[in-house]
Structure formats: C-alpha cells, structure tokens
C-alpha cells in the first residue's frame, strides 16, 4: 500500500526524449510570417540562441541533458508518483489511480523543467535579458526563477486578466527580480495596436507573446523564451514521463491512460510523449489530452497553418487553432487560454494517436475539490482539468467492474490560485459557453499557406 514512489537524485534523466524520430509522418514547415516561406536558422537567430533553434529542429531520438542543468534540477527531481489511495476509496471504483506531482518545485509547477536549460542556453550565448509572456504566472515564475540563478534580467508580459485574479504570482516574479507587465500593454506596438481598438481588452495569451516576440527583436541583448507549444519546450518536459515510467514499474505497474491538461501542450507532451514511445513499440497505452470548454483548440479547433501570436509577429504552424486573434474567456485556468496548439500534438491527434476531451470550469473545480479533500493538495485550476478527467476515468472503470491503472500529471499547486476557489466556494464560478460566433470569425482570417 506505497503511497509516494521517490527516485534518488541520481536517477534523475541523462537526456531528454525527442518524439519527432518516432512521429506519424515528417512535421510540416514552419513558417516565416513576413514572406510566407519556410523559416531558416538564420530567421529565428533574432529572438533564440543557436542551442535550441538546432534542439527545435533536431532528428536525434535523445539529447543530452547539461550537467549544470541537471544540478538545478537537484532541487526537486525527480518529483514523486503518488497513489491516490484515499481518492479511490472515496470512489469506491476498481481502478488504481497514480499521479505524478510537479508542484514540489520551487515555482510550484512543472514550468521549471524547461525555464531552468532556456536561461541556461541563453547565458552560454552571451545573451543579458528574456522577454516572455504568461497566462495564470506559472511560466512567468519559472523564467523569473531561472533568469535569477544565470544572473540574466527578465521581463514578463502577463495576460492583464490574470495579473488581476493571481497578484501574487506577480508577486513571485517580482520576487525573483522580473519586470513584470500587464498585457496588452502600452510599452509595444503589439500592445498599443489592441488597446487602440479594445481599451478594455483582457488580454491573451496570442497578444502577450505577441509583445514579448517585438522586445526581444528590437534589442540586441535581448532574447525571447516561450512555455509551450514550440518543438524544444515539449522536448525538455519528457523528463516527466519518464520519472513516471520508471516509477510505475518500481511499483510493478503500467498505465492503462495516460490524463494530462493541455492549453499550448507542453505538460501534455510532457508526461505522455514517453509512453508514445512506448505505444509505438506495441504497449496498449491510451493518451488522453484535456482542455477547458471554453477554449476546446483541440476538440472544436481545425488543423490548419496559423500565426502563433495575435500579431502575426510569431511564425506561422500547423496545428489545431480557433484562430490567432480569438480572445478566449477569462477563465481562472489561465495558462490553457491559448488559441493554438503544439504542432507535435497537433499532428498526433490529427493521426488519431492521442484523444482530446474539454471541460467547463465549475466542472473541474468540483474534481479538483473533491481531490484536495482527500488527497490534501490544492491543484492549479490547470491540472484540476486532467484530475476531472482522472475521476471520470475512474468513475467509468467502476460502472463497469474492470481494473484499470490510471496516470495523470499534477501539474502544479493552487496556492495561489485562491481568487478562483472562493470564487466556486461561494457559488460565483461562471461557465462560459463555447463562443461559436467569435470563433468562427477568427477561423475566416486564417493565413493564406502555399507550399
């Protein structure tokens, strides 16, 4: 009856898993906003170092984790795999439910994994300074932290309806020494160009990256970092997954679903691109992607080329979008308010590889309430949507009298997400309906890709 499965120090991975060797098909391009032809090297050497523009691109099944990047990670590696005993019983279903906790990190949540090797990078390049966005402050913290350990400055532009429902993830950045911005802001043209035309705009994460993309291209010194979606980010969180793999066999078992929540993709890839590895080698894995209903990219979107940013500044992907000008509700789960979508898990729900399933908050507060009860933790209204699915998954196994192992990644804590919790306490948690109008008009403005 083990509840918590820790790994030594040493036992933390040597490298990273990169999934594109193993993907259905070779990866459309991306490509150059500006002329509408695949992006080179030298087109994304104003806004990243060398390091990861090659780690983007890379066809190498494993790449090597630095040594200095691994010592950090000492701090809270390998995070450990519970068993949720207390919430099965309080089920009463069959099924074995094991989570896998990121929140024991310094920022509370999986974000650090890859903050900590960008700043990293970014320092060996000479670069001073990173310009990033963040939606409920996670990857905002993160980067704060790191810049902080390389010596580097950092400034934030955080989506503005989040910078007023989490102050104190603000806060912590402060703390750790960033410059931190509401956004859409004055200090860009990004900023200014939707201010302009919508003073009260609450902001998105489309429009932040958007001001961070234009301060790192206008200073030399000056390099831009992103939390999700792109190539290299999902690469530097397979550590998840695979601390959990290994965990699961010290317990003698395997999981039959694999639960993450997913706004950009990056604790989705994360946690299921091991056990992908894995399905491919003939494992009967499912990977189970889920989302707010509210913003359903993967679920409600199309798998077209987009911008990655509100102001067409981004390069252009192919991934499941509701359109890059799309302004998501304000909901708390601020860090999956995202327009778009991993190209990475984009093609593999578009190959059929991967299931995807949304949730209306009120829902996945009730799940994360329910979990905080007997589990002690408070999720971050982010990983409350993978504990729904978590549950329901449970739920199912005993309606129909069937053992099942289930894994889902707790992504990060909600301690600071406590706004939202007195918000479904005291009955004032909105839903907020799927916008089919809003969306539909951004879809009409899709970029016009021919290869």
Known sequence: MQTKIVLDESRIPTHWY???????????????????????????????????????VSGERWIPIPEEVREIYRLWRPSPLYRAHRLEQALGTPAKIYYKYEGVSP???????????????????????????????????????ACSMFGLECT????????????????????????????PSEFTNAGRSILAHDPDSNGSLGIAISEAVEDAASRADTNYALGSVLNHVCLHQTIIGQEAREQLALAGDYPDV???????????????????????AGKNVRCLAVEPASC????????????????????????????????????????LRYHGESPLVSQLHHAGLIEAKSYRQTACFEAAHLFARHEGIVPAPESSHAVRAAIDEAVIAKEEGK???????????????????????SG????VEYPEEMIRESLAKLPKVEL
């Open 107 to 145: 920022a509370g949540s999986h974000k650090p994994n890859t903050a900590i090797p960008q700043a990293w990078y970014n320092r060996q390049a000479g670069i001073r300074r990173l310009a990033t966005e963040t939606g409920a402050g996670q990857w905002g913290s993160s980067l704060a932290l």
């Open 18 to 56: 990169n999934i594109i060797p193993d993907m259905p098909g070779p990866l459309a391009p991306v490509i150059n906003p500006r002329n509408l032809q695949p992006v080179t090297p030298d087109d994304l050497l104003p806004i990243f170092p060398m390091a990861i523009i090659e780690q983007e």
């Open 403 to 425: 053992e099942k192992t289930i894994l889902f990644c707790l992504s990060g804590h909600g301690q600071l997400d406590m706004v939202a919790y007195d918000a479904y306490l």
């Open 428 to 431: 004032g948690l909105e839903d």
């Open 258 to 280: 694999v639960i993450a929540c997913c706004g950009g993709g990056s604790n989705f890839a994360g946690t299921a691109f091991p056990f992908l590895a894995d399905r491919a």
């Open 156 to 183: 934030v532009y955080m989506v503005k309806v989040s910078c007023t429902q989490k102050p104190y993830r603000k806060s912590m950045m402060q703390l750790w020494g960033a410059n931190v911005i509401p956004s």
């Open 296 to 335: 359903p990219t993967l679920t409600k979107g199309i798998y077209a080329f987009d911008y990655g940013d509100t102001a067409k500044m981004a390069p252009i992907a192919m991934m499941y979008t509701l359109g890059h000008d799309f302004m998501p509700p304000g909901i708390h789960a601020g860090g």
